[in-house]
């Protein structure tokens, strides 16, 4: 970045960078890892092409972390926050050749505008590696068909591979890539490239376990993503998506991109290459998921699934910015032009700030339920240590030095267990968000389902349920099925933590049943 230092772009785009790379850093320490993480984390000990969710690589990337320092949430988090610190280095690299220098540092800036973008890194999720690998594909995609280069057009092809690796949704990357061949007439000439055509082998390699994982389970994870998942059924809901993006983009930002959208359109007519391809890469992100979101999971779709459609965006938002001052200073002043213009993504800036810290409240419970009371902080990712702590000591004091099988009502609580190294037998009952979350055959494939606690009988064991997640229905219903597989069972102390807001309750265990107790010996709730 060959910006002077006295440049007012550069000047805030590394005091942006550094504010929001220490808080993400910092964080990432204080948090315990919520349900998604734990399971990224606990696939990684058992590394394999697929899961029953997703490829390998997002788990793979928790693995490589958490070798580093096994049992710590900072290293399992430590290759997605590194690569999400790079993202806005990466909109730069993505920008340079399609604008210049001070254009490209600028959007390397408004990547940090973005709420949902800025926040990228924190948490040890699939979309970091996913929209990493995403920009970089349109870079090197940009690159290849601009230059022919070989080296590009072998670099697509293994990029898009990883990325076929990381996420079903990064399919929309390489439909964007075929819909811009098909549309632009001047690029239709790369349907008679022969290096094209090696990039599409090269990154077919990515399919491979997304099929090998599903011609092996009866297609049970493409069936969770493409049916189970979503409703399929109009839902009213859905027609607020746009309202939705445009809350968690920030609405000037949001505005600011329609208009992007709308100046890319026009250029890519007149023949504009960079425009067109960008214009393909942000509509088939976007688009997708506006048209889906009255009949699919609203949860992901009218939340953070569109975010990869807003960075292409980002080359080209510095000149609609430029733009738009000019209007203002056309009809108000150059004073008025310049605070409008830096106010659209300070707004912006100040979501990702209260994205950041948002999420890290859950980490200083004690210090700020006073203030705003019980059950308005989330707890998902805090507790877990002391959990932990007590769970210890209780088997400690219950069961004399034997090493009991633990069974949880939910499978975060199980890896949790697992995680801090309490056991290497952990079983869950869980069934209904084990489905929700598309993990129930992945489970089943761990021998870590409620089908697993016969191949344990005659072992002592220890029951734990998450009451603060249960209603009572739920954990009456949870402690009959686990009656009816042990000898003798006895509730010990529970564990409240936050004022009631997080409680576990805890069941010794005498042994467990292969059938059940008999008649007249049956264990009740």
């Known amino acids: 970045m060959h910006e ?9 785009f590394i005091a942006a960078f550094g504010i929001v790379a220490v808080l993400k850093f910092y964080f990432a ?11 990224y984390w606990l696939a990684s000990t058992d590394l394999s092409l697929a899961y029953s969710d997703l490829p390998f690589m997002t788990a793979l990337m928790a693995g490589i972390g958490s070798a580093i320092s096994p049992g710590s949430a900072f290293a399992v988090r430590l290759l997605f926050l590194i690569l999400g610190s790079m993202i806005p280095l990466l909109v730069y690299w993505l920008a340079l050749p399609i604008t210049n220098r001070h254009a490209a540092l600028h959007s390397a800036l408004l990547a940090l505008c ?3 973008g800025g926040f990228l890194g924190l948490l040890a999720v699939p979309d970091v590696p996913l ?3 995403g920009i970089l594909s349109i870079g090197f995609f940009e690159r290849a068909v601009r230059t022919d280069s070989l080296w590009h057009w072998i670099v697509t092809g293994l990029v898009v591979a990883c990325g076929l690796s990381t996420h079903y ?8 890539a075929v819909l811009f061949l098909l549309f632009f007439k001047p690029e239709q000439k790369q349907w008679r490239n022969p290096r094209f055509y090696l990039a599409i082998a090269i990154s077919s390699l990515g399919l491979i376990p997304i099929i090998w994982f599903n011609l092996s389970n009866q297609l049970s994870s493409a069936s969770f993503y493409l049916v189970e998942r979503h409703p399929w059924e109009f839902q009213a809901s859905g027609l607020l998506h746009a309202f939705k993006q445009a809350g968690l983009v920030t609405p000037p930002l949001y505005f ?34 506006l048209i889906l979101a009255p009949w699919t999971d609203a949860n992901s779709t009218s939340i953070h699934w569109p975010l990869s459609g807003y960075f292409p965006l980002l080359v080209a938002l510095p000149f609609t910015l430029k733009h738009i001052a000019q209007w203002c200073e056309d009809r108000w002043s150059p004073a008025s032009a310049f605070r409008i213009t830096r106010t659209i993504p300070a707004i912006g800036f100040i979501g990702t700030l209260a994205a950041l810290v948002g999420v890290a409240s859950q980490a200083y419970q004690q210090q700020l339920q006073p203030i705003l009371g019980t059950g308005v902080l989330s707890n998902k990712m805090a507790g877990w240590k002391e959990f932990s702590t ?10 004399l030095g034997a ?17 801090t190294g309490l056991t290497d037998t952990a079983i869950t009952l869980d069934r209904d968000k084990a489905v929700r979350d598309g993990r129930i055959t992945q489970l089943a494939l761990w021998q870590m389902d409620a089908s697993a606690v016969a191949n344990y009988s005659g072992q002592p064991a220890l029951f734990i349920s998450e009451d603060s997640t249960l209603i009572e229905a739920d954990k009456v219903a949870l402690l009959t099925k686990i009656c009816q597989q042990s000898t003798a069972i006895t509730a010990a102390p529970p564990l409240s933590l936050y004022a009631g807001d997080k409680v576990f309750s805890f069941y010794p265990i005498a042994a467990l049943t292969q059938h059940g107790p008999q008649s007249n010996e049956r264990a009740r709730p």
């Open 4 to 12: 002077s230092p006295q440049s007012p772009v550069l000047r805030g």
């Open 29 to 39: 320490t204080e948090l315990d890892l919520y349900s998604d993480e734990i399971f």
């Open 114 to 116: 973005l709420p949902l």
């Open 131 to 133: 929209i990493f690998l």
């Open 169 to 176: 949704r990064f399919f929309l990357y390489p439909l964007a």
């Open 256 to 289: 600011c991109f329609a208009i992007t959208l709308l100046a890319l359109y026009r250029r890519a007519g007149k023949g504009d290459r960079s425009a067109a391809l960008l214009l393909s890469f942000s509509l088939t992100n976007l688009l997708v998921y």
């Open 390 to 399: 007590y769970t210890a000591s209780l088997i400690d004091s219950q069961f």
């Open 403 to 419: 090493r009991p099988v633990l069974i949880t009502d939910n499978y975060y609580t199980a890896a949790q267990l697992k995680f």
